[in-house]
T-cell receptor, first 110, second 114 residues
Framework: QKEVEQNSGPLSVPEGAIASLNCTYSDRGSQSFFWYRQYSGKSPELIMFIYSNGDKEDGRFTAQLNKASQYVSLLIRDSQPSDSATYLCAAVNTGNQFYFGTGTSLTVIP | DTGVSQDPRHKITKRGQNVTFRCDPISEHNRLYWYRQTLGQGPEFLTYFQNEAQLEKSRLLSDRFSAERPKGSFSTLEIQRTEQGDSAMYLC????????????FGDGTRLSIL
């Protein structure tokens, strides 16, 4: 079982819609979770991090964490074509190791 | 620019040659990480340093790979006797001390083995 799992997609949403990206993790003791955006041929760029159960909002982005279900999500409101990228979920497990998922490819259609 | 800097951006070499990459982290960051990423995959952890100490190495890091951070600032990653399977993007990231701190990535070094 992989430490962090994501649906690889591709996920397509129309411009202006809400994009919902999901991630599950295997180590129940994981405490820290991160979302990165990666454009093709570029390096990952930090979008948000979340440590506590519940929602955390930053502009058009909302991260959601449910530790009981071992589930992390990222919502992107009012999606723009410039949001088209691969979104990587990462978690720090109880061994303090940083694991990435394989990423979900998002396409926002104008 | 005060971000993470990697050099070179691209490296093309013949199989069997040695290559060395350099990473300069954000200046106040104590931790420095190396990852490898291939197409369609997320970054795979290779190793990390806390200041000059190499604290962990992945099983992915064969004997042909070695990393150093001699003065706790910049780091180098060397691959000896390169193989076709070493072709990948090598990413460096840095963070503040604790494991739960966000990591900030450099632009990466793309290695192509002919």
């Amino acid at each position: 079982q992989k430490e962090v799992e994501q649906n690889s997609g591709p996920l397509s949403v129309p411009e202006g819609a809400i994009a919902s990206l999901n991630c599950t993790y295997s180590d129940r003791g994981s405490q820290s979770f991160f979302w990165y955006r990666q454009y093709s041929g570029k390096s990952p760029e930090l979008i948000m991090f979340i440590y506590s159960n519940g929602d955390k909002e930053d502009g058009r982005f909302t991260a959601q964490l449910n530790k009981a279900s071992q589930y992390v999500s990222l919502l992107i409101r009012d999606s723009q074509p410039s949001d088209s990228a691969t979104y990587l979920c990462a978690a720090v497990n109880t061994g303090n190791q940083f694991y990435f998922g394989t990423g979900t490819s998002l396409t926002v259609i104008p | 620019d005060t971000g993470v800097s990697q050099d070179p951006r691209h490296k093309i070499t013949k199989r069997g040659q040695n290559v060395t990459f350099r990473c300069d982290p954000i200046s106040e960051h104590n931790r420095l990480y190396w990852y490898r990423q291939t197409l369609g995959q997320g970054p795979e952890f290779l190793t990390y340093f806390q200041n000059e100490a190499q604290l962990e190495k992945s099983r992915l890091l064969s004997d042909r790979f070695s990393a150093e951070r001699p003065k706790g600032s910049f780091s180098t990653l060397e691959i000896q006797r390169t193989e076709q399977g070493d072709s990948a993007m090598y990413l460096c990231a840095s963070s503040l001390t604790h494991s739960n701190q966000p990591q900030h990535f450099g632009d990466g070094t793309r290695l192509s083995i002919l």
